[in-house]
């Protein structure tokens, strides 16, 4: 009697665990024959609308890779991730059609990130490609990359910030380009331009931004000229006189173009700013018309 017990016990319970194994909704149990295909492995790719810690780099690898939520801190993050056509051998170089047309990719999506024009604060952009080898292996990806630095002007640093930079410039910011005071030589010229309040005396302002034909770097004199004219423009605009003849006797102009290498690489936007090289002011200049920027009998 024990051992039929024994007997009933065990066949029971190799049903329960024949059952146990058999799928609900009449799947079979079967763990190898219901998986989909895995894709094929595809080239690296990296992510937009993210953060990295390291300094910029223009060459990324797979193994250097390493980003970061924003709210740490960080010096660059990535507003967009295009694509290059065709299909050459090796990354483009730095000054060729290719990167001169990412760059313009990026110059646009990263002032739409911001919401204004990127120069219009303290703001760098940067292009970064796949290394060689990633480039190998089928990746044809470039990165925008915007980085916050510690002044617009000349000896410019990566600042290491937390918080997206995503509509930084759409209001009000301590990002944004406003009055400055001018640092100049003996003979006049000025070497830098300090950030200050609008509230305290300045003798410039930064007026916009002003976009230069696709042209080479300017080397001579002739070449500066349209430059120089252009900003002119930006300045009539910006404080609400008339661009004509008589504007170089209302204000003196500061130029502040990328540098040559940028310059190759399809960066034409020059930096604008008003300058008073004979008196100060307190206030901003934008739209003082005529009262603010009066004609200058000397």
């Not at 007026?207 to 300017?218: C, I, K, L, N």
């Not at 034409?268 to 003082?288: E, F, I, K, P």
Request: with cysteine.
């Amino acid at each position: 009697m024990q051992r039929a017990t024994r007997t009933l016990i065990a066949a029971l319970t190799v049903g329960a665990m024949l059952a146990g194994c058999a799928g609900p909704g009449g799947l079979d149990g079967d763990l190898t024959d219901d998986w989909g295909v895995l894709p094929p492995p595809g080239p690296f790719i990296p992510a937009a609308e993210v953060c990295h810690e390291a300094d910029f780099a223009h060459v990324v690898s797979v193994a250097a890779y390493a980003p970061v939520d924003c709210s740490v801190p960080h010096r660059v993050e990535a507003v967009h991730v295009g694509s290059f056509p065709g299909a050459t051998s090796k990354p483009p170089a730095s000054a060729s059609t290719e990167m001169r047309a990412a760059f313009a990719d990026c110059d646009t999506r990263a002032t739409g990130y911001v919401g204004d024009n990127w120069r219009a604060g303290r703001l760098r952009l940067a292009v970064a490609v796949p290394s060689g080898p990633g480039w190998a292996a089928g990746s044809r990806w470039y990165r925008c990359d915007l980085m916050e630095v510690t002044t617009a002007d000349v000896g410019a640093e990566v600042v290491v910030r937390t918080g997206s930079l995503r509509d930084a410039l759409r209001s009000p910011s301590a990002l944004r380009l406003g009055c400055q005071q001018t640092r100049t030589d003996r003979n006049g010229v000025v070497q830098a331009l300090v950030p200050v309040d609008c509230a305290q005396r300045h003798d410039a302002e930064f007026a916009g931004v002003w976009a230069s034909p696709d042209r080479q770097y300017p080397k001579r004199g002739a070449d500066w000229a349209s430059i120089y004219a252009g900003c002119r423009s930006v300045i009539a605009r910006y404080a609400g006189v008339p661009d004509d003849t008589d504007l170089v006797f209302r204000s003196d102009v500061v130029v502040r173009p990328p540098g040559a290498g940028r310059w190759r690489a399809g960066d034409r936007g020059v930096r604008c700013y008003l300058w008073l090289s004979d008196r100060a002011v307190t206030g901003s200049l934008r739209n003082s018309g005529r009262a603010g920027l009066p004609l200058r009998t000397k």
